[in-house]
């Protein structure tokens, strides 16, 4: 069955003193595009995430969004003690000088080197690694309930158009015989108007041999034919292939091909607004089928 390239999936968890949120989004697009934001400290994750997304997700336009928030003592900057002193005697120098000079411990600890980030020698790879693994799987399976129902939901409304074009095309075929009956009553009648006015006769073959050129032209029996396969073709790639949208696609093509074929062909009001029903019907289907993956 087809699923919609449109989803969304979170997942989030609490261990050891540290918070992890993860959020996974996906929208339509004709390729495999991915943007991941992951926290500094795993930033060499990121391959290792989008060759997961990639592999489970196909297609599409990927945003993941990685959070961690640390609540512990150990979130805590370090104070470079080293720095911080060598700060200090630089100032009390100044201070010889003989101007007053106020020493503010908050400006300190802005300056560069002062305050350190936590945990430099730690593995975050090692200890965050598993977990940041087991919720973005937790995510992305989120995202793909939420594409395979939104895909149902895309397939019933194909279904509709499907109908629609069907329906259609039954007219059409009751509709195309009457054409040329139609067309040799309007020749035949124009024709004997005028010879009679010129008094002259036609040889009855010749008027034959017209309508049935104007019949092999017009005929659009194999082009019907052909719309039908397709309709078929659609129908089983929405049931049976998961990976569908590139070939709806452009079966949505040829179906358009094929419709303007009978319409420029047939030369008939009749089946022209049936034409204008099948249209519109494959217009939507194109739209829809953009956000089939």
Do not use: W
């Amino acid at each position: 069955m087809i699923v919609s390239m449109t989803g969304f999936g979170d997942a989030a968890s609490q261990r050891e003193g540290t918070h992890y949120s993860v959020e996974v989004r996906s929208l339509n697009n004709r390729f495999f595009k991915a943007v991941i934001k992951l926290p500094d400290v795993v930033s060499g994750l990121e391959p290792e995430v989008e060759t997961l997304l990639r592999e489970k997700l196909g297609r599409g336009s990927i945003t993941a969004i990685i959070k961690m928030r640390v609540e512990g003592a150990e979130a805590a900057y370090v104070i470079n003690q080293a720095a911080l002193q060598s700060y200090m005697q630089q100032l009390h120098q100044v201070a010889t000088l003989g101007e007053a000079v106020r020493i503010d411990m908050a400006s300190l600890l802005t300056l560069p080197g002062v305050c350190q980030e936590p945990d430099e020698d730690t593995d975050h790879h090692a200890k965050h690694g598993d977990t940041l693994r087991e919720l973005i799987g937790q995510a992305i399976d989120k995202l793909l309930g939420m594409r395979q129902r939104e895909g149902q939901a895309l397939f019933t409304d194909l279904q509709k158009h499907l109908g629609v074009i069907a329906a259609a095309l039954v007219e059409i075929e009751k509709r195309a015989p009457s054409v040329i009956e139609e067309y040799h009553r309007r020749l035949t009648s124009r024709v004997n108007d005028l010879l009679s006015k010129a008094q002259l006769k036609i040889n009855e073959t010749d008027l034959y041999k017209e309508v049935a050129v104007y019949a092999e032209r017009s005929d659009i029996a194999e082009e019907i034919q052909r719309l039908r396969h397709h309709l078929k073709a659609f129908e089983a790639a929405c049931r049976t292939t998961e990976h569908a949208g590139r070939k709806l696609d452009f079966l949505t093509q040829e179906m358009l091909r094929e419709a303007n074929t009978i319409g420029s062909k047939a030369n008939d009001a009749h089946i022209a607004g049936h034409v204008v029903d099948i249209k519109g019907a494959i217009d939507r289907m194109k739209e829809q089928v953009q956000n089939v993956e």
